[in-house]
């Protein structure tokens, strides 16, 4: 698409690095880098870089629907598959394909793109329910204040990440696996939280980490 002045504005995405997460002893889900470069003024970073998985997705498809109304119908996200496997490289490359593309299909739409749900699902390490809170205009930090600090860790403490074990696997899959399996597959930082101080954080820094991760 191009502006008044003839600038052509370019949207890539790429959902690319399927990694296993590790919930505990026997449960797990795959999380997915989102990979972002652009030139359009509708975004607040040019580059940036998020991880999120299936469920996620799941959320921001039915939040974007909700906040277009009968303007617009979504594409499709791919299925969900009661026998998705971690260990079916062939699964996991289909699903990342269809995830990909039904970004890349959303990125087109100018009404979506006015969206910030969909800003902060891309670009900011907030769960959903913050995400919800932060659009909402509920947060004391803005959208672009919480793009900008996309830096920081979801968790930053041992009690952020046992609650995060609470939440739901994805939907269709991602549980029971052996621990063979993931001696090989998990990625090597098995501890998802950060130990940075907090003393040196602003407010709204501070409080995009303290908070209780919404359901997924």
């Not at 629907?65 to 499709?76: C, F, R, T």
């Not at 990125?107 to 932060?134: G, K, W, Y």
């Amino acid at each position: 698409k191009r502006n008044l002045f003839g600038t052509l504005f370019l949207i890539s995405v790429w959902v690319r690095d399927p990694r296993i997460q590790k919930n505990d002893f026997w449960h797990a889900y795959i999380d997915y880098e989102i990979c972002l470069h652009t030139n359009s003024v509708c975004f607040t970073k040019k580059i940036s870089s998020v991880r999120r998985r299936y469920s996620e997705f799941v959320w921001l498809r039915q939040k974007l629907q909700a906040n277009a109304l009968l303007m617009i119908k979504l594409p499709d996200l791919p299925p969900k598959n009661p026998f998705f496997s971690l260990n079916n490289a062939q699964q996991i490359t289909d699903r990342m394909k269809g995830l990909q593309k039904f970004l890349e299909q959303i990125l087109q739409s100018p009404l979506l793109l006015s969206d910030s749900c969909l800003h902060l699902f891309l670009q900011s390490e907030l769960r959903v329910s913050r995400i919800e809170a932060c659009a909402a205009g509920k947060t004391s930090f803005s959208v672009a204040q919480a793009v900008q600090g996309n830096g920081l860790r979801r968790f930053h403490s041992e009690e952020d990440l046992q609650k995060d074990l609470c939440l739901s696997c994805d939907s269709d899959s991602d549980r029971y696996c052996n621990a063979a399996f993931w001696n090989v597959q998990t990625s090597g930082n098995k501890s998802h939280y950060c130990k940075t101080s907090l003393d040196s954080i602003s407010t709204w820094q501070e409080e995009m980490l303290n908070f209780s991760p919404g359901s997924t």
